[in-house]
């Protein structure tokens, strides 16, 4: 019960800020809404918002812990305020800043919902990547991050997706030499990820926008390539 109340009263906290960072975007005054958020990151998160992208997510939700477990509801409110920076970014024409931000928050969330075995918030994890998508370009995403999204979309059911970005990464990752060993890790992966798919259902699949014989072509020339 603690936990629950302490989470939805930061969550409504955090609403509370994001409310007034869009009557300042609606009124097109970025560095006000900017500000807003830098306060709630220093009151709220105990965070200096210089210093996030300055930090590894590692790092990150390391001051986001304590006693050795990460703080979700942190987490979570971080997120938010990311993705709300950024899209104040993307308003004003500041497209690499928002995408910056776009890939801060993903990583982030995507490391901390791994963190979550009982995927207790689940929903409200979803809800959050989602909109940090919006935002990120897979074309300058990190390699780490777009391997927790692969799995990230196997996990909801959106089959097509993670196939995607499987083959998207497996490219990144075969143009340097030195990513080698990382590159076979991901295509053995790969392969496991195809065998599993194998006993999904069929309706479920298709929900996914994936048939069973994708599925059996797509493990066919994972194997071919091995």
């Known amino acids: 019960m603690y936990r629950r109340d302490y989470l939805m009263r930061l969550i409504e906290q955090t609403t509370e800020v994001l409310h007034k960072v869009m009557f300042a975007r609606k009124n097109q005054r970025l560095q006000e809404a900017l500000e807003l958020l830098n306060q709630a990151m220093r009151q709220l998160l105990g965070l200096n918002s210089r210093l996030i992208h300055a930090l590894s997510t590692k790092d990150l939700l390391a001051l986001l812990s304590k006693d050795g477990h990460v703080d979700q509801g942190k987490v979570l409110a971080l997120g938010d305020m990311l993705n709300a920076r950024g899209a104040a970014q993307k308003e004003s024409g500041h497209a690499a800043a928002a995408i910056k931000d776009g890939l801060k928050a993903l990583d982030l969330l995507l490391t901390a919902r791994e963190m979550d075995p009982r995927d207790e918030l689940g929903g409200m994890f979803k809800e959050r990547i989602d909109a940090a998508l919006a935002l990120a370009n897979r074309a300058s995403m990190p390699t780490d991050t777009m391997h927790k999204l692969v799995f990230y979309y196997e996990d909801c059911g959106q089959y097509a997706k993670s ?45 996914g926008n994936l048939s069973k014989t994708e599925v059996e072509d797509g493990l066919e020339e994972l194997k071919n390539i091995k």
């Open 163 to 207: 196939e995607d970005v499987l083959f998207h990464l497996l490219d990144e990752l075969n143009e340097d030499e030195h990513l080698r060993e990382e590159w076979i890790t991901v295509l053995d992966e790969g392969i496991r990820m195809y065998e599993r798919w194998r006993s999904v259902e069929e309706e479920r699949l298709a929900a």
